[in-house]
């Protein structure tokens, strides 16, 4: 698993229109490429009247799956100008579909590639991006006189509270940086004073907004 990698928010859309041509575009999220070719076949059942759905998608951890497709466009003047936004945004499993309504202008190859690559930019910056850190999970579990002073302490801390279970014992549910967990275990022993009961969980993302 990667500690950490980019990636668009579940699923968004945005258009402009440009020399009377309208560019819709639409961004997905997608984990495989079933996932990634079925999303495409939506969008060109929902526009099925369009002049062009064109399209790219990244997929896998080390961007093994790429795809593009021009749709009828001139070859490279499409597919590829939205996996290389893409690829320069570093943006991991996603999906995009560029639909094309033609306005009775041509643009010529140059033109073709900045519309495509402005839509997608577009569509990109709509849905929002995401970094996904690789955190582990743990509870600590502590005396309810030491719940006021780990509060505080946690808050000033690279380490970060999901929630806290008021029980028998007060117990922190908390996300810890892939890498920081011998870190994470020393500093709260030595804030309780070595009176704590830890419980490491899995490793799961956090997504933060970018």
Not at 27 to 32: A, F, L, M, S
Not at 67 to 96: C, N, Q, W
Request: glycine share 8%; proline share 2%; aromatic share 10%.
């Amino acid at each position: 698993m990667l500690n950490n990698y980019y990636t668009v928010k579940h699923e968004g859309s945005d258009q402009q229109i440009i020399q009377k041509s309208r560019f819709i575009g639409y961004v997905k999220r997608v984990e495989t490429e079933e996932a990634a070719q079925q999303f495409i076949a939506g969008i060109k059942k929902k526009h099925h009247d369009a002049t062009h759905n064109c399209s790219a998608y990244m997929i896998g951890e080390h961007d093994h799956i790429q795809k593009a497709h021009d749709d009828g466009e001139p070859s490279g003047t499409a597919g590829v100008p939205i996996l290389e936004v893409l690829k320069k945004r570093e943006l991991k499993d996603t999906a995009i579909v560029i639909t094309r309504y033609f306005g009775g202008s041509k643009l010529g190859a140059g033109g073709l590639i900045r519309a495509y690559s402005s839509t997608t930019t577009l569509a990109i910056d709509t849905t929002g991006v995401v970094e996904r850190k690789l955190v582990k999970k743990f509870e600590a579990s502590v005396h309810y006189s030491l719940l006021g002073k780990l509060e505080n302490a946690l808050h000033q801390s690279p380490y970060m509270i999901d929630h806290i279970d008021y029980v028998e014992y007060a117990i922190f549910h908390l996300y810890v940086e892939s890498g920081q967990e011998q870190a994470f275990h020393d500093w709260i022993i030595n804030i309780t004073n070595d009176s704590v009961s830890i419980k490491e969980g899995e490793p799961t993302y956090m997504e933060i907004d970018q």
